[in-house]
């Protein structure tokens, strides 16, 4: 209980009692008693009753202080009696000493904290704050660690550590987890028992001694076992032990919220003395300092949280209108927390074992900062003090990281140095304790519990690892030269030497690499074999940036002296391992001499090995060995003109694709088609491979490994692994050949690209499963044929080779005419014929070509657009193409259309340039390929009934598109030739039969255009907000101003149109056309009507997409205004060269003055 002073005028300057514990007392009887000696970690019956009166007050009190007037004798005189009649009445208690000048406070490093205590006249009470209250109300407070911090590593680490033992069984004792059988921790009774009568607690110390009395009376010559040694011990899974420990976890939270403070940390320490226990289950000893180590986190979480929580109140218990920031200092702390927390420590001081002691403070030592600043590292120091006088070096061991990883998130980010130093403390003290206990009880141990000295060297080193890795941070040259001192004259383990050079990093012993040889061979063997070693010191080398140079114990010195230890190792797995690291060092540091040289030793072991000791682990460091040659390959040119052709990178490669796993095969093709090479002069950006020559051997293997990889996939394959296979497959076949090089010979390239072509044929048939890889191959092989095309037109070679290449690029398109058919996707499919029929178009292929183009119109009439499987990014609104239709709605796009839809008229304008140059193969119909076009587009295909607007508007796009190759067949020549192919223009120019067709076909499909987008106007069916009205009457303008630029170049403009005159030849008579100056008067008037009435809208019945709109379909109208009118008084100037008649050019005149008349109101 707390003891308060009565009220009294408060004092300028109060001095405060300094209370400690004193020594134990023990009852005069004990002489009386049977001599019995108190087993290990037995303690003393009577002690269970004592009672530290300071502390047993209500928790809604929260454990506050006493500030005490040292002018009160009589109620330090009465505090002292009721001590005295607890002692005669039986029970025993620690006394409470007052502390004279010169004492040394149990909390030494609060002494700042005694002004703070002065500046209150009296303590304050306030009211207690749940825990619900504190993360519902309060801020949250971050007393967890920071993602920059050492402890937010390791508890990344944990999942791992705690994987590596799942299937082990814990063998424990039945009573150690038992959340409800709670001993007396503490050296004060539980609550229950102080808030009784005196006569009720002397009643529960009588039977505890009656209890141990019974004990004692034992006969010793009996041999009859204690209760601790007759308890038996069970067999749980790590699931299970886990849940237990949860389980305790989750009662002290709840004991904590239910406001049982002290239930809270009897539960913390009794989840502590779980890592008293190192004969049980020693192997498991790791595994449980995790869960416990979570444990004390949560309850040193909860205690900040309320401490924190009690210093942003008043004194009334009210919150502050600001809680108390992150970066606190112990001045800004009020008296109510301040008295929380120094309870707290008196509290913890009071744990009769030391180990619970020490784990729960430093739980707690996050709370020393409302007590005080700057102090950290002397209490770091005095807890890693107090860890000396644990005797079991793994418990002291693990208590020690506990530390460092607390103290690391208090310690790391401000003082790294103070840190350091003080981690580095805590391994000098392992040093010289387990060196001692392994020459004078290690022996013994590891006879006793069964276990071998590489195993118990496994339990250390987690915690080894996290120290050094605690230390590293702030360490100096002096520091790791000090470590090592050390480490020389006590350790000498393999494991420990393992841990230091990976955690502190090459940077401290680059400028003398031998030295570390040194110690590599003189470290005793553990766990951690000498081969390990020296290909982790060689990976940490080739980390930095520079090391020693060639001088006396220099680089080329510790590269020859560690390899004559390395060579003479006879098993092959541990030399691969140390062969793959020494390339990478190679690659960072030397040149493709010593990579050579590495390569044929490397050769020389692997042929003279058994197959039985090439195993999986064998071929994944050859994997790793080569991956590694790739990267000095991609870094260095040297490495790639010198190592990738040789013999034994080349023999390497054979070895590796007789025998490899998937993961292997996967992680060796990356390294070559990841990545891009470093960019020199001389080479191009990727790392490309000839098919020919010696590159050719490393080619074809990297094709059986990209097989493995393909093979691997299966119906149960998931589609990111069939994803990563395209990928990295892809990847390798677009490295293959230099289909941009131009230094060799003509022979040279030819060759190479047959050779190209073959591996093509081979991947074709090999890779079978992954659809994108035969589109891959498909597009490959048109880009060749098109490469070669390039060469025969620059007039390279001799007639008979550009014969030989004109036979090749039949055969590239024989490819692709075989290949495409059997691509399932419809859209990609007709893609890759409409572009491999322009290929054979612009080599002059014409019967391949002619294939190709039926092949396509028959795919466009059976195509389904509702199959089609399109990215939600794609869009055909801003895509262009070859007749400068920029999409359906324009540049911003006043309308949707479905992707299918946009990309199938892509692909009909890609085809219908291919019509405007293909010659006409069919003597009676020159307008074959056309005529069957039409008919598929326009009548066979089905398309996307999404919308009947978006179905109206891509007729009327593909029907434009129709226009505009008629007005380009009406010429008398094309824009344009392609070499050695004669179009249309040739084959029939003059001829009257085809010209008046091409005027009739003209004519026919601008009445049809008019009239389509006319019709628009009806398709208002109400079910989709789309078509609304005003989105026609845009649809409709659009159309007709895009139908308006492309008509009005190609019109004629004179009074007598020329078709009349082929009419009358052929004896019959024909309609008269209407002349181009009224076709355009018509649908600018159209257009204006339409956008008129659509700028007048209403603005409640537009939403802002209609509004941009309009506002956009208006600015198109008058640019198209402006741009007629333009073009007309351009041709009224020269009518004379136009040959226009007086008519003729009066209608020009009036329609450019009529379209100044047209603008928008």
């Known amino acids: 209980m707390t003891m308060m002073a009565p009220e009294r005028e408060p004092l300028v300057a109060t001095q405060t009692i300094k209370w400690r514990v004193g020594e134990r007392q023990v009852p005069r009887s004990r002489h009386e008693l049977v001599a019995r000696g108190l087993m290990s970690k037995e303690t003393h019956p009577l002690a269970l009753a004592a009672t530290f009166s300071a502390l047993n007050q209500p928790e809604s009190d929260d454990f506050k202080a006493v500030v005490v007037d040292t002018s009160l004798s009589s109620l330090a005189s009465s505090l002292g009696d009721s001590f005295s009649r607890r002692r005669s009445g039986g029970g025993v208690s620690p006394e409470l000493v007052v502390l004279q000048d010169g004492d040394v406070d149990p909390l030494g490093a609060l002494g700042s904290s005694d002004s703070i205590m002065r500046s209150k006249s009296e303590s304050v009470h306030s009211k207690t704050t749940a825990m619900s209250d504190v993360q519902g109300n309060e801020k949250p407070i971050k007393a967890t660690a920071m993602p920059n911090t050492i402890k937010f590593k390791w508890k990344e680490h944990t999942d791992r550590l705690l994987a590596k033992y799942a299937d082990h069984t814990f063998k424990i004792k039945a009573s150690m987890l038992e959340v409800n059988d709670l001993e007396n921790e503490l050296s004060f009774a539980p609550k229950s028992d102080y808030q009784k009568a005196d006569d009720q607690a002397e009643v529960s110390v009588i039977k505890k001694t009656r209890a141990r009395l019974e004990q004692l009376e034992r006969d010793p010559d009996n041999n009859s076992p204690s209760p601790e040694q007759d308890e038996k011990t069970i067999e749980i899974s790590q699931s299970q032990y886990v849940a237990k420990v949860k389980e305790m976890q989750k009662r002290l939270i709840t004991s904590w919220e239910q406001n ?208 050094v890795k605690c230390a590293a941070p702030g360490a100096t040259q002096d520091t790791f030269d000090t470590l090592l001192a050390h480490y020389q004259e006590y350790s000498f383990s393999s494991m420990v030497l393992k841990h230091l050079c990976e955690c502190f990093g090459a940077k401290f012993y680059a400028s003398t690499p031998t030295e570390m040889l040194e110690l590599i061979r003189t470290a005793s063997p553990s766990l951690v074999s000498k081969c390990h070693l020296y290909s982790l010191v060689a990976v940490q080398l080739s980390n930095v940036s520079s090391i020693a140079d060639n001088e006396p114990g220099g680089k080329l010195q510790f590269l020859n002296d560690s390899w004559s230890s390395i060579t003479s190792q006879e098993d092959i797995t541990q030399y691969m391992e140390c062969a793959a690291a020494y390339m990478k060092l190679i690659v960072a540091h030397f040149s493709h001499r010593e990579a050579l040289i590495l390569l044929k030793d490397v050769v020389r072991h692997l042929n003279a090995a058994t197959p039985e000791e090439l195993t999986a682990k064998t071929y994944n460091l050859l994997g790793a060995l080569i991956e590694n040659v790739v990267f000095g390959a991609k870094q260095h040119y040297d490495f790639f003109s010198k190592l990738i052709p040789s013999t034994s990178f080349l023999a390497l490669m054979g070895m590796f694709k007789r025998e490899s796993s998937v993961d292997v095969a996967k992680k060796v093709l990356r390294a070559f088609v990841g990545g891009r090479l470093k960019k020199s002069s001389d080479r191009s950006g990727t790392l490309r491979l000839h098919v020919l020559g010696p590159e050719a051997a490393v080619a074809h293997t990297l094709l059986v490994v990209c097989c493995r990889v393909h093979d691997a996939l299966d119906s149960l394959s998931t589609a990111s692994e069939r994803a990563e296979a395209n990928r990295d497959i892809s990847a390798f076949i677009t490295r293959l050949g230099y289909i941009n090089e131009t230094t060799g010979s003509d022979r040279a390239q030819d060759e190479e690209q047959e050779a190209l072509l073959m591996l093509y044929t081979d991947c074709r048939r090999a890779f079978y499963k992954l659809e994108p890889i035969k589109m891959l191959l498909s597009s490959m092989v048109l880009r060749l044929a098109m490469h070669v095309h390039k060469r025969i037109g620059a007039s390279v070679g001799s007639k008979k080779r550009t014969h030989a290449r004109r036979n090749f690029i039949q055969s590239c398109l024989a490819f692709a005419h075989i290949t495409i058919p059997s691509i399932e996707a419809p859209l990609e499919k007709l893609q890759l014929m409409v572009a491999a029929a322009n290929v054979a178009l612009v080599t002059n292929c014409i019967p391949q070509m002619d294939a190709l183009v039926k092949a396509a119109i028959v795919l466009l009439a059976d195509l389904d657009p509702n199959t089609i499987r399109v990215f939600e990014g794609d869009s055909i609104l801003h895509a262009s193409n070859s007749f400068g239709a920029v999409g359906l709605f324009g540049a911003v796009g006043v309308n949707r259309m479905s992707n299918g839809n946009g990309q199938i008229l892509q692909i009909i304008a890609q085809l219908m340039s291919v019509l405007v140059y293909a010659p006409s193969l069919n003597d009676e119909d020159a307008f074959y390929f056309v005529s069957a076009l039409r008919k598929a587009v326009l009548e066979r295909m089905k398309w996307t009934p999404i919308s009947r607007l978006e179905t109206g508007v891509a007729r009327v796009r593909v029907l434009l598109m129709l226009v505009q190759l008629y007005a380009l067949w009406g010429q008398r020549s094309l824009p344009g030739r392609l070499d050695g192919v004669d179009s249309n223009d040739v084959l029939y120019g003059g001829d009257g039969p085809f010209t008046h067709e091409v005027q009739t076909r003209f004519s026919s499909t601008v009445e049809e255009v008019a009239r389509e987008i006319e019709a628009l106007g009806e398709l208002n069916d109400g079910n989709d907000r789309a078509e609304n009205t005003q989105r026609v009457v845009a649809a409709q303008i659009e159309l007709m101003l895009d139908f308006v630029n492309l008509v009005v170049p190609v019109l004629e403009y004179d009074g007598s149109f020329p078709i009349e005159e082929a009419a009358s030849r052929q004896g019959r008579r024909h309609k008269k056309l209407r002349s181009g100056v009224a076709l355009v008067r018509k649908c600018m008037a159209y257009s204006h009507e339409k956008a008129q009435s659509l700028k007048q809208a209403k603005p409640m019945e537009t939403s802002t997409s209609q509004v941009q709109m309009t506002t956009w379909i208006c600015r198109y109208f008058d640019s198209m205004r402006v741009y007629v009118a333009v073009f007309m008084q351009g041709m009224s100037k020269r009518s004379a060269g136009l040959r226009l008649d007086a008519s003729s050019q009066q209608a020009v005149q009036g329609l450019a003055e009529a379209l100044n008349n047209l603008a928008l109101a």
């Open 260 to 467: 049982h403070k002290v239930e809270a940390l009897r539960i913390a320490i009794k989840c502590v003395k779980l890592l008293a226990d190192t004969d049980t289950a020693p192997q498991l000893y790791p595994c449980v300092f995790v869960l416990v180590s979570e444990v004390l986190d949560a309850f040193g979480k909860l205690v900040f949280d309320r401490i924190h929580t009690r210093a942003s109140e008043d004194e009334n218990g009210q919150p502050h209108s600001e809680p108390l920031g992150e970066h606190f200092m112990s001045s800004d702390i009020n008296i109510q927390a301040t008295e929380t927390c120094r309870n707290w420590f008196y509290k913890t001081a009071c744990i009769r074992e030391l180990l619970p002691r020490i784990y729960v403070e430093i739980a707690l030592l996050g709370c020393y900062r409302f007590l005080c600043d700057g102090e950290y590292p002397q209490i770091v120091a005095r807890l890693s003090n107090m860890i000396k006088g644990v005797g079991e070096p793994m418990v002291a061991l693990y208590a020690r990281l506990y530390l460092a990883l607390t103290s690391s998130e208090l310690l790391g980010t401000t003082s790294p140095t103070e840190q350091t130093i003080v981690v580095n403390s805590s391994l000098f003290d392992y040093f010289y304790v387990f060196n001692w206990f392994r020459q004078n009880k290690l022996e013994r141990w590891l006879f006793s519990h069964k276990m071998e000295y590489e195993d118990y060297l496994a339990l250390h080193s987690p915690a080894v690892e996290w120290l």
